[in-house]
């Protein structure tokens, strides 16, 4: 691509390159002469160099930038003058021809002279030759400014290796990267429609331009496809580790999976964002800048955080426990560090702040195996309770999914204001408590009834006293 560059990239005597950074001229010559040199070897070449040899080598691409440069203005210059021509050209053509319609207008119906006639076609022809001559020569000058873009950007590229290893080393490089900024680019005209249309496509089919824009973005999907399905191999292959060699939670190992697979896709977008090209040194540093304010703006944030990590480490509860937590009773669906979501039994997802949870009392209702069913049934005064009592224990002895171990407790155990309350304590899987409380509660109502026993409801006793008037 740097073919038509006319000189070597260092002066072998040293140069005045270096002379307008200060650079020393009694140092000795630096080592890189090939304004071809491939991107990658520039980098080894560079990368043992001083900044002093960095200062110099970085003025000497400078200089080879800066004529290229001017190359290119000159041939716009040249764009601009033949367009120029072109447009002259053709208003002489237009009043030459005014002038002959107005000769013939003149004379009526009189016949032109064959030499006019002769002289006219001579004329007409010579334009059309310089018409042709100069399109072609705009059509080369064209073709000449993008390649000479071509090679200012290959220029450029080679500049910015040398200006981030003086970087490296202490060097100053602002200057030259503003100029680079400046220059940089694809530039159209577009007073000339066959001048941008040419510059675009110039650029499109370029090397340096259209292609290498297209090898980007191809890179930068080809990585960010990649990095995805690591991410979710590496999410896989650490719940696996998680679930057979470390005994934690269910909501620990999907937060600490899906953190390393997010973080994960972010190295590998920011590799993607280098592959367009895309400096990310300043992306980093304005996170890290802002990393105080946005902390003090998220502070109830981070409360959750906090309390997210402690139930985390505590373990009170985890995924398909049913949990009355933060003022909510529902089942536990997922976590992450801020919040907590419940799925409720009528199907409502909710979110309850982790702060809200670890800051209250957490009730896990299916934390243990099994859990005693709590009943109380009230007879009337004038029944039989301690036929009462048999029948309720008949019932929950012959339910299959009562447990025998720990056994079922029956027990009169009030003489409340309008009944006699029986206890009845049964035991069940977890699972199965809701199913015994109310097939306990249905059977027992229909065997009460069977036997005439009744089931009272509150109810007050009103006594009226008569006072006989005749008496006061």
Known sequence: MLASCPIPLLAQSGGDSGSDSGSDSSLPAVRISDPQIPIDQLQIKVKPMTKSELQREADAWFALLRAKGGQIAEARLGVKQVISDLETTAAEATEAAGATTGSEAADGAAEVEVAEVG??????????AAEVEMAEAKQGLLADVNVLQDER????????????????????AEEYRSYLAAVSGIELDTSDVQTAWSGFVGWLMSREGGQRWAWNLARFVAILVITSIIARIIAKIVNWLLDRKVKISQLAERMISNSIKNVVFVIGFAVALTALEIDITPIVAAIGATGLV???ALQGTL????SGLMILVNRPFDVGNVVTAGGITGTVDKMNLISTTFRTFDNQTIHVPNNSIWNNVITNITANENRRVDMEFGIGYGDDFEQAEQIILEVVKSHDLVLEDPAPVVVTHALADSSVNIVCRPWAKTGDWWQVKTDVTRAVKRRFDEAGISIPFPQRDVYVHQVDAAKK
């Open 119 to 128: 002289a006219a076609e001579v004329e007409a022809a010579e334009v059309a």
């Open 294 to 296: 946005v902390g003090l």
């Open 303 to 306: 409360s959750n955080f906090a």
């Open 153 to 172: 950007t290959a220029l450029s590229d080679r500049l910015e290796v040398v200006l981030d290893s003086l970087e490296l080393k202490g060097g100053e």
